[in-house]
C-alpha cells in the first residue's frame, strides 16, 4: 500500500491550494478514503471523508465550506481542493485509506499504516 500526498505549499491567509493524493497497491475504487492533518503540537484531525462512489462525503465543521475533497478511481487519485486558507489550516496533511465515516469512532475507524508521508500546508502572511 502506498500513498503519496503533494501540493502543499506556502500561501498566503484567504489563498488556495489543492491536494492530491495517488494511491497505488490496493483496489483503490474498493476504499473510504480521509485526508487527515496535524499542526504541531496537535493531535491528528480528520479533515474529510469520502466513499467508494463519491456520494458519501463529510467535513469537520472546521473546514466545511472552504474545502472539497473528491476523486478520481480512474486515477487512483484522491484530492482535497483547500479554499479561503487560514493560518489555522497549517499542518501536515496526509490522505490514508478509511473503513467507514464515524466522527465517534476515529481514528479506529482509519488504517493509519497506509498514511504517505504527507505534505506541509502553511498559511503565513
Known amino acids: 500500500v502506498q500513498l503519496q500526498a503533494s501540493g502543499g505549499g506556502l500561501v498566503q491567509p484567504g489563498g488556495s491550494l489543492r491536494l492530491s493524493c495517488v494511491a497505488s497497491?490496493?483496489?483503490?475504487?474498493?476504499?473510504?478514503m480521509t485526508w487527515l492533518r496535524q499542526a504541531p503540537g496537535k493531535e491528528v484531525e480528520w479533515v474529510s471523508f469520502?466513499?467508494?462512489?463519491?456520494?458519501?462525503?463529510y467535513y469537520a465543521k472546521s473546514v466545511k465550506g472552504r474545502f472539497t475533497i473528491s476523486r478520481d478511481n480512474a486515477k487512483n487519485t484522491l484530492y482535497l481542493q483547500m479554499n479561503s486558507l487560514k493560518p489555522d489550516d497549517t499542518a501536515l496533511y496526509f490522505c490514508?485509506?478509511?473503513?467507514?465515516?464515524?466522527?465517534?469512532?476515529?481514528?479506529?475507524?482509519?488504517?493509519?499504516?497506509?498514511r504517505g508521508q504527507g505534505t506541509q500546508v502553511t498559511v503565513s502572511s
Open positions: 490514508a485509506r478509511a473503513f467507514y465515516y464515524s466522527d465517534f469512532d476515529f481514528p479506529r475507524n482509519v488504517d493509519f499504516a497506509s
Open positions: 497497491g490496493f483496489p483503490f475504487n474498493s476504499y473510504w
Open positions: 469520502i466513499n467508494t462512489g463519491s456520494s458519501g462525503i
